[in-house]
């Protein structure tokens, strides 16, 4: 049994910052890519920002330069340091992981429960 735990979400003004924070745990064996994506009300579920094991990034064009992925092997976490908010990123932001678990020796994905960030004045 494995969970994500997402925290982090929060309200933040126009140009404010919030960091996200997700932790793997339970009977983990491996972690290979860790992502965030972030769903709309209306909208489709969308590729925020990923890293690999390695600490190769990518991320979604709209937030380049502004939003930073990072994570910490030893402690299975990834954090999203996101920068100079706009109104649009307001979301639901959800922790991805590929893990091989104790007990499913092969990769699947896992999500989080996803946590809430508004963008407001």
């Known amino acids: 049994q494995v969970q994500l735990v997402e925290s982090g979400g929060g309200l933040v003004q126009p140009g404010g910052s919030l960091r996200l924070s997700c932790a793997a745990s339970?009977?983990?064996?491996?972690?290979?890519?860790m992502a965030w994506y972030r769903q709309a009300p209306g909208k489709q579920r969308e590729l925020v920002a990923a890293?690999?094991?390695?600490?190769?990034?990518n991320y979604a064009d709209s937030v380049k330069g502004r939003f930073y992925i990072s994570r910490d092997n030893a402690k299975n976490t990834v954090s999203l340091q996101m920068n100079s908010l706009k109104p649009e990123d307001a979301a639901v932001y959800y922790c991805?992981?590929?893990?091989?678990?104790?007990?499913?020796?092969?990769?699947?994905?896992?999500w989080g429960q996803g946590t809430q960030v508004t963008v407001s004045l």
């Open positions: 890293i690999s094991k390695s600490d190769r990034t």
């Open positions: 339970g009977s983990i064996f491996s972690i290979n890519d």
């Open positions: 991805y992981a590929e893990m091989v678990t104790r007990t499913i020796a092969v990769p699947r994905g896992y």
